[in-house]
């Protein structure tokens, strides 16, 4: 219940900081699809498959950087992740951009859900960069961890590299 509550905190301030964003002049929608590969899991290094993940955000571009808040669904280490996702972005040259994002979610076992969270630096290179859209392919340094699960595992932290392709329109 308390993992629950969290993501309801999580999400209403997501939304109070875009609300409170000022005048939109266009919605910006950015959907990529990533694989994840496995490079370390608690204090052991090792390459494993990490997974696939599917998100879409939300870009807001405001004072140079592009704000982004959206929704991951992901297939893990520990299996099925919901993640909500906030994060920048700054264009650091004509096709290249550099951020990072938190995200706050839920490994959906059962008989209840565990909490999970992460964080990641990232880098996109941008290989279409149209007036009306744009596609690009992205890198990632995320750490990942579900502490309630050590009950169920020894795994229960994962540092991933996903590499994923994205089109935003």
């Known amino acids: 219940m308390r993992t629950v509550k969290q993501f309801g905190f ?6 109070t900081i875009f609300a409170g964003a000022g005048q939109l002049h266009a919605q910006h929608i950015e959907v990529k699809a990533s694989y994840m590969q496995g490079v370390a899991y608690n204090d052991a290094a090792g390459f494993f498959g990490g997974g696939s993940e599917l998100s879409i955000d939300y870009l807001l571009k405001r004072n140079g950087y592009q ?25 650091v040259g004509k096709n290249i951009e550099v951020g990072a ?32 859209w744009k596609a690009g392919v992205g890198v990632e340094a995320r750490l990942t961890s579900s502490p309630g699960y050590k009950e169920y595992s020894q795994v229960h932290t994962l540092v991933e590299v996903p590499i994923g392709l994205f089109i935003r329109l």
């Open 67 to 91: 704000f982004n808040a959206g929704v991951d669904g992901r297939i893990v280490q520990w299996g099925r992740q919901v993640n909500l996702a906030f994060g920048a972005i700054k264009e």
């Open 10 to 15: 999580i999400l209403g301030v997501l939304m």
């Open 101 to 132: 994002e938190l995200q706050s979610g839920l490994a959906l076992f059962r008989p209840s859900s565990l909490g999970v969270y992460g964080g990641s630096i990232k880098a996109n290179y941008l290989f279409l960069n149209k007036e009306s």
